[in-house]
Structures are given as C-alpha cells and as structure tokens.
C-alpha cells in the first residue's frame, strides 16, 4: 500500500532552516506529485507548494518563493522539503502528500513538527 | 488567491442526525478541483470527496458532496460517533491551492 514516512520533529533557532523529508513507497514514485501543506498549532491547513519527481519541477506558493526549496531523491524514493529564514510564525506540523491522478491530494504522510524557538 | 469561507465554524450535533456544511469561494471554480477533508486530533487530513461529488474509496456513502461555482456544500446523512471532526474544503485547481477554515463538528 502506499505509505509516506515522514522525518521526525525538529526544532530551531529562529533564522535557521529546516529540511523536512518524505519517504515514499508503495507506487512508482516519479508517477504523482508531491504537495506540501503545514498546520499551525491550533490553526488550519496552509499549502506550500508542489514537487513533480519526475524532473524536479515545483510550483511554490507565493507567499513562501525564495524561501522554500522542494527536491526529491528518485533513488531514495524521497522528497525533501527546506524551509529558509525561520521564525516563530514558522512553528507548525508539515504535511507531505501525494496527489492522485485526479489531481487531489489523496494519500498523506504523518506529519513533522517544526518548533521555531530560541 | 481564492479565498474559501467555510460555514458554520461549529456544528453542535447529536449521532443519528444530518450535518450540513458550507463552503463558498471568492470566486467560481471547476468543480472538478474542490475536495473535503476530515481531519481528527494528531492525524493527517484524510480526504472524502474530490472533484466536489466524488467519494474517495472507502468512504462512506452517508458523505456526499454537491455545488458547483462558488457554492458547496458537504452532507453527512446521519452521523456516527467517529464522524466528530474537522472539515476543511480545498480547491485544487489554482495555484495558489488554498483550503477553507474548517468546520468543527462536534457532539451535542
């Protein structure tokens, strides 16, 4: 079945980066998408951006371009997701998720949660 | 961006009963690009309609999504316990992709 493993939490300074991964298996990995979506605590779901594996192409929101870089490792199978010039705004859990065919984001990983702290 | 305005953001409801949940956009959309989500404490969303009427598999079919333009709504014919949640609508086909506010459902 299809799974994303998600990297553990981490926490940072404010103005460091963070570098989220997402272990991919089940399904051919350079077949689907892979969007980033981040929760605040208590808050709701905030998209970032997608990853196409199979070239490495991205669609960043705007609010986070120059800021976020999405890559992948075809041959780990993992998407990686860094996060440039953190502050504490940034503390939230990171979703990656796969998108289906259709085009929604059907299959999710855990979550990773980023504390932003000094 | 689009923005989406989900209503109401609480819904006090006993099991048995229908819930009924808005979402309205600041502009029309396709509605093959809006999905709903169910998210539960410490857990992933996890997706039920997309393409505003299309049950995701293993989905019960007491959820049902209807709308088209700036107009959706989701149903929950008769709720059962493990029905009590969050639920976000999303639209998926203009970047930026952005999600309602959510509607918490919750046990009268």
């Known amino acids: 079945q299809v799974l994303l493993v998600q990297s553990g939490p981490d926490v940072k300074k404010p103005g460091a980066s963070v570098k989220v991964s997402c272990k991919a298996s089940?399904?051919?990995?350079?077949?689907?998408?892979i969007h980033w979506v981040r929760q605040a605590p208590g808050q709701g779901l905030e998209w970032l951006g997608w990853m196409n594996p199979k070239n490495g192409g991205t669609n960043y929101a705007q609010k986070f371009q120059g800021r976020v870089t999405m890559t992948r490792d075809t041959s780990m199978t993992t998407a990686y997701m860094e996060l440039n010039r953190l502050t504490s705004d940034d503390t939230a859990v990171y979703f990656c998720?796969?998108?289906?065919?259709?085009?929604?984001?059907?299959?999710w990983g855990q979550g990773t949660l980023v504390t932003v702290s000094s | 961006e689009i923005v989406l305005r989900q209503s109401p953001g609480t819904l006090s409801l006993s099991p048995g009963e229908r819930a009924t949940l808005s979402c309205r956009t600041s502009q029309s959309i396709s509605s093959n690009y809006l999905a709903w989500f169910q998210q539960k404490p410490g857990q992933a969303p996890r997706v039920l309609i997309y393409?505003?009427?299309t049950r995701a598999p293993g989905i019960p079919d007491r959820f049902s999504g209807t709308g088209s333009g700036t107009d959706f709504t989701l149903t929950i014919r008769r709720l059962e316990p493990e029905d009590f949640a969050v639920y976000y609508c999303?639209?998926?086909?203009?970047?930026?992709?952005?999600f309602g506010g959510g509607t918490k459902v919750e046990v009268k």
């Open positions: 998720a796969r998108a289906w065919n259709t085009a929604v984001a059907g299959d």
């Open positions: 999303q639209q998926y086909g203009y970047s930026p992709e952005t």
């Open positions: 089940g399904y051919r990995f350079t077949d689907y998408l």
């Open positions: 393409g505003a009427s």
